[in-house]
């Protein structure tokens, strides 16, 4: 949906300068109605017409070249030998799940449940029964802080969905909001090149905290990914409890990690644990979940 966005500006300097503005209660009521009018349509699709089309958003993702890095780099700082590893990360994600859909008869994991009927049975003859996992319908999707790609716009929560016939709109984080933005464009890209409804896809920037409450308490919206921490989670889940239907909400939630050193691997290598320690805790700007077991 182009119009949550500012228009890109190129400087001298860098290719990163962008604008950007609060989205509005209405433009939020637009994306979510848009994405209910796309699933009508989007649910619809083959297995083969959303692999085609997870392999165009990668394809596109790629497109952006080292201007997605740079861009990137300059709104997080993170180096970018770990922009590219991620990046990488990001697009096999997407292909994945394409490739689970292309080898899937009813699919992704066949999950299409069939028993025969059986004339025969007493007292009652038994009816041909058959259970499929369906589409459930728009996702709301939360971006995080410190994947600004793989955990963000077209991270696994969205890949996901959009593999299982599921329109998303997204709510960007505000750390990476550049990011965001070419993110979106590539498969803005991708949806125009798979001639796919335009409302599959929206993406948010929002500050306020009520922009993420009306979201997950949207009617059409039957699904919740998110990644961030307990505090905001626990607060989204009260939103959401507030709901006539209840819907799923599918958290990766930040913990604090223990560190176990046993006395004796203490004395014996302590130093070298301790180096360990650190440089985990550092690694990728001090942005990776540290969760090490020493003993």
């Given at each position: 949906?182009?119009?949550y966005?500012?228009p890109?500006h190129?400087?001298?300097m860098s290719?990163s300068?962008l604008?950007?503005f609060?989205?509005?209660q209405?433009?939020?009521?637009?994306a979510?109605?848009?994405?209910?009018?796309a699933?009508?349509?989007?649910?619809?699709?083959?297995?083969i017409?959303?692999?085609?089309?997870l392999?165009a958003?990668?394809?596109?993702?790629e497109?952006l070249?080292d201007?997605?890095?740079?861009?990137?780099h300059?709104?997080t700082?993170l180096?970018?030998?770990?922009?590219q590893g991620?990046r990488g990360?990001?697009?096999?994600?997407l292909r994945?799940?394409?490739?689970g859909?292309e080898?899937s008869?009813?699919g992704?994991?066949?999950?299409?449940?069939l028993d025969?009927a059986?004339?025969?049975?007493a007292?009652?003859?038994?009816p041909r029964?058959?259970?499929?996992?369906?589409p459930v319908?728009?996702?709301?999707v939360f971006?995080?802080s410190?994947?600004p790609y793989?955990?963000?716009?077209?991270?696994?929560?969205?890949?996901s969905a959009?593999a299982?016939?599921?329109p998303?709109v997204?709510?960007?984080?505000t750390a990476?909001p550049?990011?965001?933005?070419?993110?979106?464009?590539?498969i803005?890209?991708?949806?125009e090149k798979?001639?796919?409804?335009?409302?599959?896809?929206?993406?948010?920037q929002?500050?306020?905290?009520d922009?993420?409450h009306?979201?997950?308490?949207?009617?059409?919206?039957?699904?919740v990914?998110?990644?961030?921490?307990?505090s905001?989670?626990?607060k989204l889940?009260?939103?959401?409890?507030?709901?006539?239907?209840?819907i799923?909400?599918?958290g990766e939630?930040g913990?604090?990690?223990?560190?176990?050193?046993l006395?004796?691997m203490a004395?014996?290598?302590?130093?070298e644990l301790?180096?360990d320690l650190?440089?985990?805790?550092?690694?990728?700007?001090?942005?990776?979940c540290t969760s090490?077991?020493?003993?």
């Amino acid at each position: 949906m182009r119009q949550y966005f500012m228009p890109f500006h190129q400087s001298a300097m860098s290719q990163s300068i962008l604008s950007f503005f609060e989205a509005s209660q209405d433009m939020l009521a637009t994306a979510i109605n848009e994405a209910e009018k796309a699933f009508k349509v989007y649910r619809k699709t083959s297995l083969i017409e959303r692999a085609t089309f997870l392999h165009a958003i990668a394809d596109e993702i790629e497109a952006l070249g080292d201007q997605l890095l740079e861009v990137t780099h300059e709104e997080t700082n993170l180096p970018f030998a770990r922009l590219q590893g991620e990046r990488g990360r990001t697009m096999n994600q997407l292909r994945a799940f394409a490739q689970g859909l292309e080898k899937s008869q009813n699919g992704i994991v066949n999950l299409s449940l069939l028993d025969e009927a059986d004339p025969a049975r007493a007292p009652l003859a038994k009816p041909r029964t058959q259970l499929d996992f369906i589409p459930v319908g728009v996702v709301a999707v939360f971006g995080a802080s410190n994947f600004p790609y793989a955990f963000s716009t077209l991270g696994g929560d969205t890949a996901s969905a959009l593999a299982a016939g599921c329109p998303v709109v997204m709510k960007s984080h505000t750390a990476h909001p550049a990011t965001s933005e070419l993110m979106t464009r590539a498969i803005e890209k991708a949806i125009e090149k798979c001639d796919m409804p335009k409302g599959v896809f929206s993406m948010i920037q929002a500050k306020k905290y009520d922009m993420a409450h009306a979201l997950v308490e949207a009617e059409p919206v039957k699904a919740v990914g998110f990644t961030g921490s307990m505090s905001v989670a626990s607060k989204l889940i009260e939103t959401i409890n507030t709901r006539k239907e209840a819907i799923p909400f599918y958290g990766e939630l930040g913990s604090i990690n223990p560190q176990f050193v046993l006395p004796e691997m203490a004395e014996q290598n302590g130093e070298e644990l301790g180096a360990d320690l650190c440089n985990s805790m550092l690694m990728g700007n001090g942005q990776f979940c540290t969760s090490q077991v020493f003993g």
